[in-house]
């Protein structure tokens, strides 16, 4: 069975750094076919999509949050981490990651982990 | 960036019913295109994917369709726990995935 556990901080300060951990198990971080994928819902807001990391360690970031995104994976202890700088009150939201799931050249977003609402706030 | 746009933003409807959620992407991207579905205060759940295939478990109620810019998702014979929050997902471009905002059903 494949499952995904966000962890981290659910209290973060304006400015800070939020450091949240992915730990996935019933798959390999380094399967050809699998990703990891964090993607982030403001309350009654819509999902946005915000990292991405390949097996192969690729890593993709949203073009807006680009500058304040860092994701990275320990293989050996199934951990895929997301940092973002410079918090603000307009970052809180429920921060999920997905496995992304390949195939041909299809990709989607399966499963997803039951999500951590992260609130910053002074 | 690729924006996808679903209609309508809301839906009334009734168990039984036959309903059908529309995401327009503002370019094309092929059939690449996911469908989730969310309940409240639980994580998005796969649904369709790559525009028509039905993920593994997904009651064949659900239904995709579309190429191009246009899609749509039908639910035949709407059952009580379908009553959810829709969403759409492109992965045309895998360097900056992005989702509709989100239809939300109803029960009228």
């Known amino acids: 069975q494949v499952t995904l556990k966000e962890s981290g901080p659910v209290l973060v300060k304006p400015t800070e750094t939020l450091t949240l951990t992915c730990t996935v198990s019933?798959?390999?971080?380094?399967?050809?076919?699998?990703?990891v994928t964090w993607i982030r819902q403001p309350p009654g807001k819509a999902l946005e999509w915000l990292a991405h990391?390949?097996?192969?360690?690729?890593?993709y970031y949203s073009t807006s949050l680009k500058s304040r995104l860092t994701i990275s994976k320990d293989t050996s202890k199934s951990h895929v981490v997301l940092t973002m700088t410079n918090m603000d009150p307009v970052d809180t939201a429920t921060y999920y990651c997905?496995?992304?799931?390949?195939?041909?050249?299809?990709?989607?977003?399966?499963?997803w982990g039951q999500g951590i609402l992260v609130t910053v706030s002074s | 960036d690729i924006h996808m746009t679903q209609s309508p933003s809301s839906l009334s409807a009734s168990v039984g019913d036959r309903v059908t959620i529309t995401c327009r992407a503002n370019?094309?991207?092929?059939?690449?295109l996911n469908w989730y579905q969310q309940k409240p205060g639980k994580a998005p759940k796969l649904l369709i994917y790559?525009?028509?295939s039905l993920q593994s478990g997904v009651p064949s109620r659900f239904s995709g369709s579309g190429s191009g810019t246009d899609f749509t998702l039908t639910i035949t014979s709407l059952q009580p726990e379908d009553f959810a929050t829709y969403c759409c997902?492109?992965?045309?471009?895998?360097?900056?995935?992005?989702f509709g905002q989100g239809t939300k059903l109803e029960i009228k």
């Open positions: 997905a496995r992304t799931h390949w195939l041909t050249l299809h990709n989607w977003f399966d499963p």
């Open positions: 019933g798959f390999s971080l380094s399967n050809a076919r699998m990703g």
């Open positions: 990391i390949s097996s192969n360690d690729e890593k």
């Open positions: 370019q094309s991207i092929s059939n690449y």
């Open positions: 790559g525009a028509t």
């Open positions: 997902q492109q992965s045309y471009s895998t360097r900056m995935y992005t």
